[in-house]
């Protein structure tokens, strides 16, 4: 099933495997903490696929450059 953050520059495509009971998010691009943290919302939130114990973020396609760079700036008494 493809699925993507309304107004995000990058795709998060989610599959669940039915044989191994697991859910896989694969990414591409430029990941934010937004983007993953609206993926892991969508996914707890949706009602049309099953809720699995098992999941892999597959990110060979993925750049966390930007995760970097707002990691650090980040202030020291924010916490995530």
């Known amino acids: 099933m493809a699925w993507q ?3 995000a520059s990058m795709p998060i495509t989610r599959d669940f495997d039915p044989s191994k009971k ?3 998010f694969k990414c ?3 990941l ?3 983007e993953i943290a609206g993926s892991i919302k969508g996914f707890y939130g949706e009602i049309d696929h099953p809720i699995t114990k098992k ?4 990110l060979r396609n993925a750049s ?3 995760l ?4 650090m700036n980040l202030e020291s008494n924010e916490t995530l």
Do not use: R
């Open 5 to 7: 953050i309304p107004g």
């Open 22 to 24: 697991v859910t896989i």
């Open 28 to 30: 591409e691009g430029d």
């Open 32 to 34: 934010t903490f937004a």
């Open 55 to 58: 999941i892999v973020w597959d």
């Open 64 to 66: 966390i450059w930007s």
């Open 68 to 71: 970097t760079k707002e990691w």
